[in-house]
Every structure is written in structure tokens, then in C-alpha cells.
């Protein structure tokens, strides 16, 4: 593992990423761990909402952490969910899950482990 450092730069964002609604500012931690911990700032694009696949992913962790804005998750056995500025939440590993909607100016922190991972559709009943 080495040391890494960056700075907030609006041009540091981009699409490409796991969703194509949201824009994503890597923090540098995935290159610095060697892949062992992902670390992302995603925002929205504004008037580009999910479609809200539930899905999975294989990973160890997931935590979201959001910054600005709301989104609204559906968790399998815990129904829906609105995060707001300062929510926090641990998506345990496998968790079916989907993104109801989201707020045009949101903005969050992801953390995971490992940096990369695959993501599953999930066969579940995500009302």
C-alpha cells in the first residue's frame, strides 16, 4: 500500500461507471491499496434517473455515505429507504437491493472492498 492524497476538482468526475445516472470522482485508494479498497464520490446527472434493476454485488463491504441531495433505496427485508445528508449505510455483502429515485443534486461517498466487483440481477420481488 502506498500514500495517496487528492483534491476536490469538478473536472475530476466522470461516466463510465457502474451506473450511467451518476458521474464518479475516484479518490485515489483503489491505485493505492492495490485494488483492495474502491473509494468514489458519485453525484447525479441531473434529469438522468435510474431504472431500478434490483441487483447484487459480490464484494466483502459496501457502505454509502451521502453527502448532499437524497436517494431512496428498496432493501430485501427492510423494505424502502430514504437517506439523507449525514445517513450512513452498510449494504451487507449480497444484499438484493435497488435505487427507487434520486434527488438531482446528490452527491455521496462510496467505499468498498475489494475496489473492483462483479454485480448480479437479482430475482426478487423489489416493489
Given amino acids: ?13 466522470e461516466d463510465g461507471g457502474l ?5 464518479y470522482r475516484d479518490l485515489g485508494i483503489k491505485e493505492a491499496t492495490g485494488g483492495k479498497v474502491g473509494a468514489h464520490v458519485i453525484r447525479a446527472v441531473p434529469g438522468a434517473h435510474s431504472g431500478g434493476e434490483a441487483h447484487t454485488h459480490t464484494l466483502e463491504f459496501q457502505m454509502v ?22 445517513s450512513c449505510v452498510h449494504q451487507a455483502p449480497g444484499i438484493v437491493h435497488r435505487e427507487v429515485e434520486h434527488s438531482d443534486d446528490l452527491e455521496l461517498i462510496e467505499i468498498t472492498l475489494p475496489a473492483d466487483f462483479p454485480t448480479h440481477d437479482a430475482k426478487a420481488d423489489a416493489t
Avoid: Q
Wanted: charge should be negative.
Fill in 1 to 13: 500500500m502506498k500514500f495517496s492524497v487528492t483534491h476536490a476538482d469538478d473536472t475530476d468526475f
Fill in 19 to 23: 451506473r450511467g445516472f451518476f458521474e
Fill in 65 to 86: 455515505y451521502i453527502l448532499k441531495g437524497w436517494v431512496k433505496f428498496w432493501y430485501d427485508g427492510h423494505g424502502e429507504v430514504l437517506l439523507k445528508p449525514g
